[in-house]
């Protein structure tokens, strides 16, 4: 909303309206954001659904390795390693995560769907299913959607990030390193549908083994100044 006119009277009765509401132009900028994000998150839980299921099986298969998993079978999987928690404060959202905890059938999926979408030759799939085998046994990965109002404050793979990001499991805690995904967002919806524009990817990765993290209450935690939310991964086995 903007005055009519910026001159004399106009101009101090505007200038007393802001000050009596706070709205300064970053606070402007933060609600504005979040309207928009709050609508655009209602729409989508309404056409996600039927869009996700019309976006299934639409890579071919792959002629070099037949016995490929099936799609919906990944898919299904990421839905059950899956799990969103939103942040308010008052009516506007301050912080929301959406992690997919990389189990080892989310894992061996990712690899399949991969060979899928890039038509992988049967070397380039073997190798990868060994770096993934390699990466299970020593370190446990998270992909996180990641949203806050304020772009300076989505910052969490900086070292002079303000964020913590843990895993607590079997009564251990591990800190998580964050690295910014870089891949067009295209890609990562193909391998993880409810990652919706507004996430920042992440790839948040702990010095556990999946085996010792998959088969226990898993507890993962993103805090900081801005705002704390908890997820909590019940045993994938």
């Known amino acids: 909303m903007a005055p009519p006119n910026l001159n004399g009277k106009d101009l101090d009765h505007w200038l007393t309206f802001l000050d009596r509401f706070s709205l300064s132009r970053d606070d402007l900028r933060m609600k504005t954001k979040t309207f928009f994000k709050m609508m655009?998150?209602?729409i989508a839980a309404i056409l996600l659904p039927a869009l996700f299921l019309s976006?299934?099986?639409?890579?071919?298969p792959n002629p070099n390795i037949p016995e490929l998993s099936p799609e919906g079978d990944y898919y299904s999987a990421v839905a059950a390693a899956?799990?969103?928690r939103q942040v308010y404060?008052?009516?506007?959202e301050i912080l929301e995560i959406n992690a997919v905890l990389v189990n080892s059938k989310v894992a061996a999926g990712r690899v399949d769907q991969n060979a899928r979408m890039y038509q992988w030759t049967r070397e380039q799939y073997n190798k990868e299913k060994a770096d993934m085998q390699?990466?299970?046994?020593?370190?446990t990965e998270i992909i996180l959607g990641f949203f806050v109002?304020?772009?300076?404050?989505?910052?969490?793979?900086?070292k002079t990030s303000v964020w913590k990001i843990f895993l607590?499991?079997?009564?251990?805690?591990?800190?998580?390193?964050?690295?910014?995904i870089k891949a067009l967002p295209a890609e990562v919806r193909a391998l993880y549908p409810d990652h919706v524009r507004f996430y920042t990817p992440y790839k948040i990765e702990f010095p556990v083994p999946i085996s010792m993290v998959e088969n226990a209450e898993a507890k993962f935690t993103v805090t900081g100044p801005v705002a704390s939310?908890?997820?909590d991964f019940p045993p994938s086995k």
Do not use: F, I, M, W
Request: net charge positive; hydrophobic share 20%.
């Open 89 to 92: 404060d008052g009516l506007y």
């Open 134 to 139: 390699t990466d299970l046994s020593k370190q």
């Open 168 to 180: 607590d499991v079997n009564g251990h805690r591990y800190e998580g390193q964050a690295t910014k």
């Open 229 to 231: 939310a908890t997820l």
């Open 40 to 42: 655009s998150s209602t």
């Open 82 to 84: 899956s799990q969103k």
């Open 55 to 60: 976006s299934c099986a639409t890579y071919p």
């Open 149 to 158: 109002p304020s772009r300076k404050e989505d910052n969490l793979a900086k």
